[in-house]
Nanobody, 119 residues
Framework: VQLVESGGGLVQTGGSLRLSCAAS????????MGWYRQAPGKQRELVAG???????NYADSVKGRFTISRDNAKNTVYLQMNSLKPEDTAVYYC??????????????WGQGTQVTVSS
């Protein structure tokens, strides 16, 4: 499984960015997919995600500003980020979850894309 993120960059406060995560192969096979972020000196945290069953969740800090979506035909997941704040500055990672042999959970990560919001 390969996940390739794109779309990060530098934006001013209040601006928007759209991140993309292109997966190798169908995204239908994943139990869940999502976007995480990690700021310097902080733990990686879930930003937004969805399950195969259609449940979507967002971190409280991004509700109403960020939207996760997917294009099944393109095997791509997006994160639309609006009204960006300096505290959104972080490396953003795409994540996909599978269940392997013997029901072992498997996590796959992209290489990360930097998002910097200037004040």
């Amino acid at each position: 499984v390969q996940l390739v993120e794109s779309g990060g960059g530098l934006v001013q406060t209040g601006g928007s960015l759209r991140l993309s995560c292109a997966a190798s192969g169908s995204i239908f096979r994943f139990n869940a997919m999502g976007w995480y972020r990690q700021a310097p000196g902080k733990q990686r945290e879930l930003v937004a995600g969805f399950t195969r069953g259609g449940i979507t969740n967002y971190a409280d800090s991004v509700k109403g500003r960020f939207t996760i979506s997917r294009d099944n035909a393109k095997n791509t997941v997006y994160l639309q980020m609006n009204s960006l704040k300096p505290e959104d500055t972080a490396v953003y990672y795409c994540n996909a979850k599978l269940t392997g042999d013997y029901r072992v959970p498997l996590d796959y990560w992209g290489q990360g894309t930097q998002v910097t919001v200037s004040s």
